[in-house]
């Protein structure tokens, strides 16, 4: 089991001068950390590469689609090519930083609905976007970590059972789900036994605590979700993604209204600490 954290905490776009971040992840014990990548070119990437080998952290990258233009499930030729054209530009990005894993909801603007569940067209549409994004992934190495979200920010994909019929209808094996333990906490019937019913799909797991908060301090029941993890071999990334209110832009975003933790050393030196805590103990 490795340990991340998503620097989302800190800033939407990873530069030079965010680089002393990785120094106290790596002080703190973290194995890596997860990169918000939301376009941007190759070559910067690259100094982002280094200077995570340097602080000796290894790294995982997470992206949304940007908008109408770049969206996998429109009625549109062109925006579905745009949101493969961007998903590939992603991927370049993922693998000048040396990620393992892109993870998100890459299949639809977060925010926008049609007020009908998802179409059988939409499906096609979007699995031939990501089947293609895959391929493009394969080549690099990097797995793809569909993220199913909470009915409030998407329609597509909102559970695990959700993503497991579509990862199969994509038919990759570079691609899988994601389970974000917050999403979990809103949309599963069980939050713990979606993990057992569904653990042959899922390739990333962020640990987000039901208020987006400090991980721990919350009722999301780490213990028993790792214990899941644990029993169905789950053996890769367990990466901390919380939010706060330094960053408005972001935090609008992200509907934070309030201060979630106390600071942000509470969220990744306690986040941390209850990870090793209960994993250990989810025997």
């Known amino acids: 089991m490795k340990i991340g954290f998503n620097v989302l905490l800190w800033t939407p776009a990873v530069e030079e001068e965010h680089f002393g971040l990785f120094e106290t992840l ?3 014990g973290y194995d890596g950390a997860e990169l918000p990548i939301f376009g941007g070119q190759a070559a910067h990437y690259r100094k982002v590469g280094r200077a995570l080998e340097d602080a000796g952290l290894a790294c995982t990258g997470c992206t949304v689609i940007p908008d109408e233009q770049h969206n996998p ?3 549109e030729a062109q925006c579905r090519q745009g949101g493969l054209d961007y998903l590939r530009q992603v991927i370049d990005c993922c693998a000048a930083a040396g990620a393992e894993v892109l993870c998100g909801p890459f299949y639809q603007p977060l925010g926008q609905f049609t007020g009908q569940a998802p179409s059988e067209q939409e499906k096609k549409w979007a699995a031939e976007v990501i089947r293609q994004a895959a391929d493009h992934a394969d080549e690099a190495g990097i797995t793809l970590a569909l993220e199913s979200l909470n009915r409030f920010e998407c329609y597509f994909l909102n559970t695990l059972a959700d993503g497991a019929a579509f990862v199969k209808r994509v038919d990759h094996p570079r691609v899988g789900m994601m389970y974000d ?7 599963e019937k069980d939050p713990v036994g979606c993990v057992s019913e569904n653990i042959d799909v899922i390739r990333h797991v962020h640990v987000s605590e039901n208020d987006r908060g400090t991980p721990g301090r919350g009722h999301v029941p780490f213990r028993r979700i790792f214990k899941a993890l644990r029993a169905g071999g789950y053996d890769q990334w367990l990466t901390i993604e919380a939010f706060g209110r330094s960053l ?3 935090a609008a975003t992200t509907c934070v209204w309030r201060d979630l933790s ?3 050393d509470e969220v990744y030196q306690e986040g941390f600490k209850m990870i090793r805590q209960e994993w250990a103990a989810a025997r």
């Open 181 to 187: 333990t917050f999403h979990g906490n809103i949309e």
């Open 26 to 28: 790596k002080k703190t």
């Open 262 to 264: 106390g600071s942000d």
């Open 248 to 250: 408005p832009d972001l």
């Open 73 to 75: 499930i429109s009625p």
